[in-house]
């Protein structure tokens, strides 16, 4: 399996701009998590999904973030319209049912947001 | 509700010594224990879980982990570090399944190896 893959790797944008962050997880996981991380506030969790459906978004910021996942292969992270204090590494992970026991949760590379 | 601290944010070590890396937890329930990888620009990866069969998990690269009751703690170790061990670390607990978000992130500690 190509294991979680995310799309941007990279993105720089200005202040204002809308930003759309990709996420396509194993398939067959039914778990799926946003993960926000900085050097301030080290890792946060944003949002997550069992079987497409947003289970607990209290992590997402404000407004400006939203997160979509229309089918079991892929999901969005967006925020509009972005600020400079939104620059982090993104983070999408997915999962079977038990994660929570097992602690396997798959992690992509990270997309990396730079807003100017 | 469960929480974890990890007590150094930076430990830095010579190639070839030991490596211990701290944390202690808080839960209200028995918890399952686990210490993740990052490398750099990489996401992260489990290395190890505690999932209350042994006390002393052996995960990979040679990393170990000690889950003490009495401590409240589940320290890595490996006897013997290398370059590539150079890293951010990271130990998570679980908790209940009806405690909503069950994975609770310690802040991480980067361990840097010397030549």
């Not at chain 1, 200005?14 to 990709?22: K, N």
């Not at chain 1, 398939?27 to 079987?51: A, C, K, P, V």
């Not at chain 1, 973030?65 to 229309?70: C, E, G, Q, Y």
């Not at chain 2, 010579?14 to 490398?39: A, D, I, K, M």
């Amino acid at each position: 399996d190509a294991g979680v893959i995310q799309s941007p790797r990279h993105e720089v944008t200005e202040m204002g701009q809308e930003v759309t962050l990709r996420c396509k997880p194993i398939s067959g996981h039914d778990y799926l998590f946003w993960y926000r991380q900085t050097m301030m506030r080290g890792l946060e969790l944003l949002i997550y999904f069992n079987n497409n459906v947003p289970i607990d978004d209290s992590g997402m910021p404000e407004d400006r973030f939203s997160a979509k996942m229309p089918n079991a292969s892929f999901s969005t992270l967006k925020i509009q319209p972005s600020e400079p204090r939104d620059s982090a590494v993104y983070f999408c992970a997915s999962s079977l049912k038990g994660y929570y026991y097992t602690g396997e949760l798959f992690f992509g590379e990270g997309s990396r947001l730079t807003v100017l | 509700a469960q929480s974890v601290t990890q007590l150094d944010s930076h430990v830095s070590v010579s190639e070839g010594t030991p490596v211990l890396l701290r944390c202690n937890y808080s839960s209200s329930y028995s918890p399952s224990l686990f210490w993740y990888v990052q490398h750099p620009n990489k996401g992260l990866q489990l290395l190890l879980k505690y999932t209350s069969a042994a006390t002393l998990v052996k995960g990979i690269n040679g990393f170990e982990a000690e889950f003490k009751k009495s401590e409240t703690s589940f320290h890595l170790t490996k006897p013997s570090a290398h370059m590539s061990d150079a890293a951010e670390y990271f130990c998570v607990v679980s908790g209940a399944i009806n405690a909503g978000n069950m994975l609770t992130f310690g802040g991480g500690t980067r361990l840097m190896v010397k030549p």
